[in-house]
């Protein structure tokens, strides 16, 4: 089983079901494709005719999109328990990833994920605040209605904590200021060692990609 | 089993469950809250939190997003999705990509039942959107993308109207008469047509 993706500084969707994978014991061989100028992984048409990463390539098919990849695994690997096991929780869990999946436009947009860099501030638009409050809306109430059985949004590690990982970072690299509660949350992924793992590996890249990076003032 | 929706002839979104849940005879309740109206956010929220149509409601659960809803049903319903596991996950990546992309034809060629907009919206990124869809009907197993119909259809059953409402013309055209021919289509056209609510903006008559 292999896991296309691309920069671990830029590419949150990559990291998506790589902590997935990596948090949960599942092994797997990594290809990394890095963007070019453009933005576009090299090389990705080879796996994906979406021409976008991450892809899961899976007895020889691939699975493209980051949700398709997570349902995918749970279903490949139930004794891992991707998901929350309690039907409740799980639904719950399901319908905030798919909000994160086709939602969060103002966050993503003037917040891009950038691990290795600190912009304190920016990026704080109307748009953005909305969304930064619905993030932490979700995050309190799964946190107090369905998180007693640990620190992450369900209790213990599920598809949603990998989902909203890059959520995390982005609040760290814009030093968003939040509840604690949310806070708390923040510092429990950051310390799982999937995340560290990428984390270490994003702040080694040294690729630079103009469009990810729209307050950076020199080259690096 | 409730169900959530908004317009008809407007909410993309809320086609794709309702239109599962009507072929895979999944018995639910209807609520229709028409969109942009005085009031309806504040009713869409008593709902839900997150703010948006569709939504489903199972006793005392909510259950919100499209996708999710569809999984949800799945669970119960397994043959929602293809019972070969490599199909499935093609059908999931097919799904998948319809929620969180083609922004550009979802902007340009927004849906709307019950008019006609022939050769409207076709910028090149909407082009270059209808040549991806294209390209994945032409894999259809016939009738429907996997056979019979799933929860990867329910996700591209507003494209066909789009299609239909731009007269876009080159996509599997046998694709698009097994779908617009379901019994649960023709009734939402038909509950489109008879809506008597008109969305400043995206009516535009020319």
Redesign the interface.
Known sequence: MQLVISNKNYSSWSMRPWVLLREAGIAFEEVQLKFDDRGRAKGVERYSPTARVPVLVIDGESVWDSLAICETLAERYPEKQLWPADARARRTARSICAEMHSGFQGLRGAMPMNIRSRYPGKGLTPESRRDIERVVQLWTSCRSNHGADGALLFGRFSVADAYYAPVVTRFQTYAVSLPPAAQAYCDAVLGLRALREWMDAARRETEFVAGDEPYATHHR | MQLIIGNKNYSSWSLRPWIAMKVHGIPFDEERIPLYAAGSKERILRHS??GKVPILKDGA????????IL??LA?RKPRLWPRD??E???A??I???M???FPKLREHMSMNVRKRYPGKGRTPEVLADIA?IT?IWADAKGPFLFGEFTAADAMYAPVVLRFRTYAVEGPNRGYMDAMLTLPAMREWIEASEREPESIPGLDTDE
């Open positions: 939190p997150a659960t909510t259950v919100w997003d499209s996708l999710a999984e949800y669970e596991a490599a499935r996950a093609k999931r990546s799904a998948t990509e929620h969180a992309g991806r390209a």
